[in-house]
């Protein structure tokens, strides 16, 4: 169950899809080449190879435990998390000034996926330190970064993100914790939260709670959300640990996979208030959320990724190991390795195919991420900001999506074995099931891109996606092999299939007026999620045939002719096993619209 | 968690697509119509519902243990299993000669859902019992029969089937479990099984192991397998329990669900031989146990059916209950109950469509097989035969993957609340995954789909299946309303693609020379899960057609409107969200077969 990290994939997706050493050109990022890609990439690899992957079955079996508010977690993971704030890992992307290494995103999302790999329960405690970082870095007054930021971007403390409470999952304007300002400017915080990830552990030595809530007499519903900084031990001037905080880890949930990631219950203020700082102005929390969870987003989207691979990984390693049959062409006259048999050659290229295509997606996600935020030029960064925001809810919808069908293949590669627990292939499935649902559900993802990133700019951004595509196509075509005008074929169609469901969502968005019945609205949200895959399938199938052409041209030049092979093989089998898809996708979304909501709620 | 038999679906059904009235007809089955059939499931539902199902989660939680040899099971299940077989549960499709009830699987068929739907952990022990019987009944010889039958019938014994050892898992040919004959006409047994399903438990007084192993000197692969008859404890003339066998329970597996089940190593003769009667002649337990595999695929595909039943009910319930956010349509002003969200809506009419669409498949192919076996007409019998054969890899196939995706969606429906496992949605997930796996993959029944189901005849029951579905078209067009022209449209489409990929597959098998190198066959079987996933597709989405037709009828004539009016919603539903997958189905399949096989073995 040992996990080596796709370094070589990365770093092509990172070189000509992502083009590090264009995001290398921007101010800031003058040491972060393609040379300080491969140095990290490596070293990163090391890390998680060695130390994080063989305690991610260590953590299925022996999980977090809860005793008396106290979370013990997984034997060794102490440790390794001491090793990862050591190696410097969680400040990878973080600003110099705070003592992180400053590196571009295009970086840190390949170092991202390789942690996930290795152990996804582990991996979410950084994950949720880097919202907590990234949420204080946007809005936190200068006391607060001063306090907060150095011991999270060194992993001394870590961060958590407190949303849900019973009555409010997805619906963040139900919200009922409640802070009360004091004179001295702080506020005390009371409240029930749920599902907090890593709310409380024994890794660190102070946790710092990021918590939605209301000031006294604020409005109703999401204008009324403000965010708190709750520190689990208080913290002095001199930055030193004073006396526990009225928070407390009331138990742990016993979930279905990520088991070694303590999922907390949290009570605020059982003992007369929990302290709180503000975070920038009241009644903008929402808005800080969407930034920390924005960050989250793309990460899980990772996580997505990450596991994909890792269960690839584990079942063509299965697949060369096990003998069963003959193969059906008569090539080997003998029972063979199952890899010789067209079946589970199809699930391998089914998992290869998906994971290659949503990493391709991610690394240019994080490439746009940077200029939008870093490029000198406005114009630059808002052309980037739009393509990244559009690429969110695909990074997150699409590539967790797809981890659960790869990680089931998974399983069935390894046939009855695969239900076995001691396999682990198992887990894989187990734990992907997750990464649908936390911070947001893929329909929270598919409403995010049908309101605010397509709707919104009637459909530009999308529209100027598929400009995009069909230059792609045309380099194809110019391209001439038989492997690109296969390609071009199926990503032209898909593109068509795409256009017509972006005019369909943005002028079924446009006719409803505002305010009034908005029976048109449900036809649009019935093919929300359809959308939001049609559009993450078509924007990875984009990506594998921007890799065919590369990979076209270095076979040319002779270069690594067996990886570019390879990449033009799988290019093609996504083109015809998953582009293929989308025409019939579209014909869902727009034709079947109706019979999603016709039916009589009774009648359920 | 409790569950509710869906018997007015099941009920229409066997009316008006099995068409229970033309099954009373047949000689033996004259008490058997639409009267017999409610009465008989309602009882059914009464103890399922009652006495199963709040079994299930108690499985999951106490799982079977393992100690000293001795297996004991979830607490109740033996008090549950004492009543099944006092209620004659057992015997519902078995003869009356042993104290059967002699009913058709038209009617069993629906059974077997409702106890699989309450609680596969226990069902597998009746349903591994029926392989049994079947098997004895088909090729045991009358002393065999004597001694066992009644006893299986009634439920006092259960019975196993030993196939699988640690090297011969789908390849069959590979088992070394060996028999040596002895004077007095029995064989002692010597070998390992695993994957031994109630290989070992407390719930009966004796267990009746049905083993395959090879007599000494027998031909090498699956030409030289026999099959035997070992009981857990000796049986006496008198029909009274003797000494214990050499059969013994060497560990159960920990497994990632259907946990309540044990699932047992088994090993035979450590202590001088178990002792084994054969079952029919020697060297012919493969072609027996492929008549006890064939029961047991249908089988599977009902439990496949049952759990999305189950999955989708659940699903409902939360969603009618759990308020979060306002309707996007503005008919409700506060937040509301999240069925009235058009994504869940879409998830729920997804998991109903294929529930509903599977289940109306398989109980047409039960009718098949009662024609096919006791229909007084020989030709009606053979076609009868060949339409049902057809029907099994579909059953099993396409009903399992379909329960993927629906628990899937269940789990999906409950927010973060699904992945605890308390709330139980996640049971259901991890149950289903063994069913694409057991009794042969999704992979070895595609395989069948392919070889004996399609290539033999040339596609010519395929095609007969394609033919009838056209007149389906015809019916759905000359009926005229918006409803069943929509559906016309899809299920063309579905139909013409699903003959073109017929005449791909017997086309592509029959350019195979015998014996030599077949390279065209792996084109074939590249596509050969797709093929079997889009005639499952199709057949189940062409009985919905069908129930439409039905149904548009019966509300012209004011029969049960609210049902009605469901039935042809979920009909169009099923025909515009999934059979509008069938003509991406056909590309992937015949454009698609080079890129499965392309890539080299190392860059895997």
Redesign the interface.
């Known amino acids: 169950m040992s996990y080596k990290a796709p370094l070589k994939d990365m770093l092509f997706d990172i070189k000509h899809l992502a083009d590090i050493d264009a995001v290398a050109q921007i101010p800031g990022f003058e040491e972060a080449g393609f040379g300080t890609a491969q140095a990290v990439l490596e070293e990163c690899a090391k890390f998680n190879e060695g130390v994080l992957s063989p305690l991610n079955w260590e953590g299925d079996k022996n999980p977090s435990i809860w005793k008396d508010g106290v979370v013990t977690t997984t034997p060794g993971f102490k440790e390794a998390y001491k090793q990862y704030a050591e190696g410097g890992w969680q400040g990878l992307q973080h600003p110099l000034d705070f003592g992180g290494q400053g590196l571009p995103k295009t970086i840190g999302a390949a170092c991202g996926e390789m942690l996930n790999s290795a152990n996804m329960s582990f991996a979410l405690c950084p994950l949720l330190s880097d919202g907590a970082i990234e949420a204080l870095l946007t809005a936190g007054s200068d006391e607060l970064k001063a306090v907060y930021l150095e011991k999270l971007v060194s992993g001394q403390w870590t961060g958590t993100m407190n949303l ?1 409470e019973p ?5 963040l ?2 919200v009922r914790s409640r802070a009360e300002p004091q004179p001295d400017g702080s506020y005390k915080v009371f409240g029930t939260k749920i ?1 907090i990830t890593y709310g409380e552990h024994d890794m660190a030595e102070n946790i710092v709670h990021l918590v939605l809530a209301r000031v006294t007499g604020a409005p109703e519903g999401v204008k009324g959300i403000s965010l708190f900084v709750v520190p689990k031990f208080m913290v002095g001037k001199d930055g030193a640990l004073g006396a526990r905080n009225d928070v407390h880890c009331v138990s742990i ?5 990520i088991k070694a990631s303590p999922t907390a219950v949290l009570q605020y203020g059982d003992k007369g208030g929990a302290v709180g700082y503000i975070v920038g102005q009241e009644n903008r929390g929402l808005e800080y959320m969407f930034i920390m969870m924005n960050s989250a987003r793309y990460a899980v989207g990772m996580q997505g990724i990450a596991i994909a691979e890792r269960a690839y990984q584990k079942a ?1 390693t299965f ?2 190991d096990r ?3 003959r193969p ?4 080997i006259n003998a ?1 063979a390795p199952i ?8 699930m ?2 089914t998992m ?1 195919a998906y994971t290659e295509g949503c990493r391709a997606m991610a690394s240019v996600a994080a490439a746009a991420y940077d200029a939008s935020h870093h490029h000198p030029d406005a114009d630059v960064r808002k052309q980037n900001q739009a393509f990244y925001e559009y690429m969110v809810p695909l990074v997150k919808g699409y590539s967790t999506e797809m981890s ?1 069908e790869v990680t ?1 293949l998974g ?2 590669v390894h ?2 074995m ?5 396999t682990g292939a ?1 887990q894989y ?2 734990d992907a ?2 990464l ?3 911070e947001g ?3 929270i993802q ?1 409403n995010d891109l049908v309101g605010r990133k397509t709707a919104r700019d009637g459909g530009q951004t999308a529209k100027g996606i598929a400009a995009q595509i069909e230059k792609t196509e045309a380099a194809l075509i110019m391209q001439g092999g038989a492997a690109a005008k ?1 390609v071009a074929k199926r990503l032209k169609a898909a593109r068509e299939a795409f256009v017509d469901v972006v005019e369909f969502v943005a002028g079924g968005l446009a006719k409803a007026p505002e ?5 048109s ?2 036809a649009v ?2 093919g ?3 959308y939001l895959m049609l559009a993450g399938n078509l924007v990875a199938g984009w990506q594998l045939a921007r890799s065919l052409l590369v990979a076209e041209e270095e076979l040319a030049a002779g270069k690594d002719v ?2 570019m ?2 990449k033009i ?2 290019a ?2 996504y083109a ?2 998953l582009l ?5 996708m579209r ?2 979304i727009i ?2 619209a ?11």
Chains 1, 2 share one sequence.
């Open positions: 849900t009555q409010a999952g997805s619906d304007a139900m599902f949930e016993h979930k279905m996979g063509v697949a060369k003998v069963q049959s059906v062409d008569g090539s029972s890899i010789h048999h067209p079946d589970v050659k199809r391998l290229m290869r659960l089931s399983v069935q046939g009855g695969g239900f076995i627990e001691e198992a499935y187990r099931k997750i649908t649902i936390y559900t893929t329909a598919a296969a305010g009034s019945a908005k029976a609205l449900n949200f019935a929300s999620v359809p067996d990886f092979k390879a093989i799988t093609v089998f015809d096993h293929s898809k989308a025409p019939g014909d869902s034709d079947g109706e019979s999603v909501t016709a039916l009589a709620l009774d009648a359920f």
